[in-house]
């Protein structure tokens, strides 16, 4: 064998080398991280903060493993991006993405954001509840890109749809068992892989409880059932489209069995965003593929009727109508609280309620305590002492508001808790005049945060009105870099008593907005939310382009239009839901995936084109691209030389 093909063998056996492993890695990032289940204990470190529970030791089992072994992929996957890097033609071709420039721009500006955050020890390690730090982020702009890179033809395609599968199949079995009420992480077999030996005194004493009204929720293993809303939203499409993109019947059997048990899965988490981002998929999915399900009528009409008859018998059992259930959450309501602010000062505690002023202050000795009210003009109030030893105002302006005193400690004998909506509000008296305690039994300062937009909403979208109203405030600080990554539980104005009262969050941890924008814009800056939105519309600008007239006649069609509506399904659900780590790295690997889909299928569109034409005119064409490789590759030499 002479040396040039020894050398040729050489270089093609490693480039398969290497391209299986890169599949490798691209196929754990795709089945094994969202199904890492593994108990983590830590120090969140948030003890400092006077919102937060002064607890030194917590618990994580859904997240943490997940983000760091996504880590460690997404290094792996850099090193394998730098080595072809190194190829010259490669890195001419990269130019022709336009997508690749905003996606670039994200992760810079999200890396920056993180460097001179305030709070840049949270950004590069993670944050209680939410463990997705600035290395996360990075690894979903890697996942994306690597998906591009190295799905380049059916084979590649093949192999990722049987890793989605195996991953929706495995998540099937663990939905049915949480529906059941036989949680599989609740199982003896469940607890022993989910925590290590070390921790075994801790196996029987993690619950999981995520029941409605005795009905169980499906939260899969993402630890929280909205995010299987989310999941369900970017992964349904897709799961439904690879029935037409597969072949043999046995194989559509499966993938229909796959997706009527998400569907019901999903159902049985109680996701209202899912139901609003399947209708709109559905909708867009007629717009899109109308020539082909009138030629698959047959198949398409039982599998609806199916469909409808799995939800309605699942909705009847549960005792809801799901019409009503998406409508009570999304319809706008006006707050219909009386109180409006709650002020703590050296002098009193005023209390802002029925638009009025309430005065509020007592007296106090080893022996007892007496409340002193009065209103704005100085008229003291008169009040009852009830049965359950609460002081209620004879006013019937102050109806709802009822005062106790409580036994306190060496420091402040005396508490008085103020009962409204159904919260007890605790202040005392010390030597810098009455001092708010809040729910975390720490003194803080109550405020009142500016809030915009859905201020007078705060139960719209199940209480989302209000995190919403005080969150887009928080847009003025992230105009050029954000706050840094993961640090919004540090930003947010937790001390804002009144409106948490009054919006059902008083006892609430409040670690994201519940909004995917807002939690990009506030965390790594609008400019970076911009970049991240202009990739998303290259990407759906693209699609549309290319399958809007597609007779969809082939398996990559199909896959390509699946992609897209589930890559719309996921950021509709992005209005109402966060980015996760259970759930994103599949968003942003099918979203690669889906860039590569439409680049093989326009590759194909072209070859089908050329070689629809007579003879004569396929052969100037073939000639004229050949023309101008050999002009390009001479502009190259030019440019060595």
């Known amino acids: 064998m002479s040396q040039y093909k020894k050398k040729k063998q050489n270089t093609e056996n490693y ?34 903060f006077n919102w937060f529970m002064q607890s030194n030791d917590e618990i994580d089992v859904f997240l943490y493993w997940k983000s760091r072994i996504l880590t460690i992929l997404g290094a792996l996957m850099g090193v394998v991006l730098i080595f072809k890097f190194k190829d010259r033609k490669f890195r001419q071709a990269q130019k022709k993405n336009i997508w690749l420039y905003p996606l670039a721009a994200y992760a810079i500006l999200t890396l920056l954001s993180t460097i001179f955050s305030k709070y840049r020890a949270f950004g590069f390690s993670g944050i209680h509840e939410q463990f997705e730090s600035v290395w996360v982020i990075l690894t979903y702009c890697v996942l994306t890109f690597f998906a591009y ?13 049987r890793t989605f599968f195996a991953l929706f199949a495995v998540l099937c079995a663990l939905g049915i068992s949480q529906l059941k009420g036989r949680d599989f992480w609740e199982s003896e077999f469940g607890r022993q892989l989910m925590v290590p030996e070390k921790y075994a005194d801790l196996r029987d004493t993690l619950k999981f409880n995520f029941s409605r009204s005795g009905i169980h929720q499906v939260y899969l293993s993402f630890y929280n059932p909205n995010y299987v809303g989310m999941f369900a939203s970017l992964v349904l499409p897709f799961s439904v489209f690879c029935i037409f993109s597969v072949r043999k019947w046995w194989q559509k059997i499966l993938w229909t069995a796959v997706s009527v048990i998400l569907l019901v899965c999903t159902f049985g988490s109680g996701s209202k965003t899912f139901m609003i981002s399947i209708a709109v998929g559905m909708v867009l999915a007629l717009f899109f593929c109308h020539r082909a399900i009138w030629r698959r009528i047959l198949f398409f009409i ?30 706008l309501r006006e707050n219909n609280s009386l109180l409006e602010d709650i002020r703590f000062t050296g002098d009193d505690v005023t209390i802002e309620y029925n638009n009025t002023e309430l005065h509020v202050m007592y007296a106090a000795n080893e022996l007892g305590a007496v409340l002193i009210c009065h209103d704005k003009d100085g008229t003291m109030l008169e009040y009852k002492v009830r049965d359950d030893q609460y002081i209620e105002l004879t006013d019937p302006t102050y109806s709802g508001l009822l005062f106790r005193f409580e036994q306190g400690n060496t420091y402040y004998p005396w508490l008085v808790s103020i009962r409204v909506r159904g919260c007890s509000v605790y202040f005392t008296q010390t030597g810098d005049g009455y001092q708010y305690i809040n729910n975390v039994g720490k003194f803080a300062d109550a405020v009142k945060a500016p809030a915009a937009v859905f201020e007078n909403y705060n139960s719209f979208a199940s ?15 992230s105009l050029i870099l954000g706050t840094g990554a ?3 539980s540090l930003v947010f104005p937790h001390n804002d008593l009144a409106g948490r009262i009054n919006s059902g969050y008083y006892n609430s941890y ?9 939690q990009i814009g506030i965390q790594h800056g609008v400019p970076a939310l911009l970049c991240l939105l202009a990739v998303c519309a290259i990407y759906l600008i693209q699609s549309v382009i290319l ?15 699946g992609i897209m509506l589930g890559i719309i399904g996921y950021l509709i659900a992005g209005l109402s839901n966060d980015s996760c780590v259970a759930v994103a790295p599949l968003f942003w690997i099918l979203l690669g995936m889906g860039f590569a889909v ?34 390009s590759k001479g502009k190259q030499k030019r440019r060595k030389k």
């Open 15 to 48: 480039e398969l080398l290497h391209g299986n492993y890169a599949l490798i890695l691209l196929l754990s990032a795709t089945f094994l991280v969202p199904l890492i289940v593994r108990l983590y204990r830590y120090d969140p470190n948030l003890s400092q």
């Open 149 to 161: 890179i190295f799905v380049q033809d059916a084979k590649d395609v093949t192999s990722l749809r």
């Open 302 to 331: 039982p599998m609806c009727v199916a469909l409808f008859f799995a939800g309605k018998a699942y909705f009847k059992q549960i005792n809801l109508d799901p019409v009503q259930y998406v409508k009570k959450s999304m319809t």
């Open 463 to 477: 209480g989302r009105g209000y995190l919403w109203s005080r969150s887009i405030p928080l847009l003025r600080r």
């Open 486 to 488: 993961d640090t919004f």
């Open 510 to 518: 409040i670690s994201k907005p519940h909004n995917m924008y807002l």
């Open 547 to 561: 399958y809007w007239r597609s007779k969809l006649t082939d398996e990559h069609s199909w896959l390509g239009v």
């Open 598 to 631: 439409n680049r093989i299928n326009r590759e194909r569109a072209k070859a089908e084109k050329i070689a629809a034409l007579p003879a004569k005119e396929s052969t100037q064409a073939e000639n004229a691209v050949s023309a101008q490789n050999a002009t």
